[in-house]
Structure formats: C-alpha cells, structure tokens
Nanobody, 118 residues
Framework: QVQLVESGGGLVQPGGSLRLSCAAS????????MGWYRQAPGKERELVAV???????NYADSVKGRFTISRDNSKNTVYLKMNSLKPEDTAVYYC????????????WGQGTQVTVSS
C-alpha cells in the first residue's frame, strides 16, 4: 500500500515562489512515474508536470519555464518548484504516482491548496 502526502502549499503574492513536496510511504518500488495535477473550483483536473522513470520530465504549456519537477528517490519524495506564480495558478495541487500496466496502478495524494493573490 502506497500513501502520498503533499505539503508546501499556501498563500503567495503574484510573482512569488513556492515549493510543493509529496512524500511517499509504504511500498514504492513499483512506481514508474510521478507527477502533479491541479484542480481549480468548477474546473477539470489538469496535468501540471510529470517525471517518468525518475529522469524525463514534461510540463503543461502554461507552466513551462516557471515550474520544475524533481524526484529524490532516497527520500521517496517528489517536488514541484513553482516560480513566477500567477493568479491563474490558484488551485488544489495533487500528487500522482503510477505503476504502468494493464490496468495501471494509480495513487493520489489528498491535495494541497495554492492561492496566488495580492
């Protein structure tokens, strides 16, 4: 059983920065990919960033050049460094982990609130 716990959210002014952390516990050896999604009230959950095989990264166009995803295997933790934050980034951010397969095995964190406002 894998548990994902996010932290690091909060209130920040436009142009500011935050770093989100997602700590995994339990059996984590089978996880191939980890990423971050976000969901604003009344809107669909969207992919923000993903790191596959602990190496390759991909980002939503809206955050390219501003956000950086990384993974520390020794700590079983994935991070999302967010710079130049905009009000449009306001959302609940969810950690996501996946073991590839048919069907894939997916885990979700409980979410952490990020609010960008002056």
């Amino acid at each position: 059983q894998v548990q994902l716990v996010e932290s690091g959210g909060g209130l920040v002014q436009p142009g500011g920065s935050l770093r989100l952390s997602c700590a995994a516990s339990g059996i984590i050896f089978s996880i191939n990919d980890m990423g971050w999604y976000r969901q604003a009230p009344g809107k669909e959950r969207e992919l923000v960033a993903v790191i596959t095989n602990g190496v390759n990264t991909n980002y939503a166009d809206s955050v390219k050049g501003r956000f950086t995803i990384s993974r520390d295997n020794s700590k079983n933790t994935v991070y999302l460094k967010m710079n130049s934050l905009k009000p449009e980034d306001t959302a609940v951010y969810y950690c996501h982990a996946q073991r590839r397969g048919s069907p894939p095995i997916v885990h979700w964190g409980q979410g952490t609130q990020v609010t960008v406002s002056s």
